[in-house]
């Protein structure tokens, strides 16, 4: 059985920073993309980050693109959101999801596994 579980999120202020970590076990995690979506309040969720199964393919979101990072450790099979120069509008309940195929897709479609989802709030 397939577990992914986000973790790390919390309250910051605006500028901080903070790191959420995806934790998938139950599938060979090198054969699967990882991804972080989010969904603001009252919105859809949406694309934030995706690696590939090797970690050498990264896409990001127009709106985190500088400040967020995504990152893979096949050995551990643990996927990382670091998160810098928050705002509020990053405020929302982020989701790890697990690939159907290696490659980073940016639809929501295209991930089979989920983690719960993990609230960030930026506050001022």
């Known amino acids: 059985q397939v577990h992914v579980v986000g973790t790390g999120g919390g309250v910051v202020r605006i500028g901080e920073s903070m790191t959420l970590s995806c934790a998938a076990t139950?599938?060979?995690?090198?054969?699967?993309?990882m991804a972080w979506f989010r969904q603001p309040p009252g919105q859809e969720r949406e694309f934030v980050a995706g690696?590939?199964?090797?970690?050498?393919?990264?896409f990001y979101a127009d709106a985190v693109k500088g400040r967020f990072t995504i990152s893979r450790d096949n050995n551990k099979s643990v996927a990382n959101l670091q998160m810098s120069n928050l705002t509020p509008e990053d405020t929302a309940v982020y989701y790890c999801?697990?690939?159907?195929?290696?490659?980073?897709?940016?639809?929501?479609?295209?991930?089979?596994?989920w983690g719960r989802g993990t609230q960030v709030t930026v506050s001022s």
């Open positions: 999801g697990a690939g159907k195929t290696g490659w980073p897709e940016q639809s929501a479609d295209e991930y089979a596994h």
């Open positions: 139950g599938l060979t995690f090198n054969e699967h993309a």
């Open positions: 690696v590939s199964w090797s970690g050498a393919t990264k």
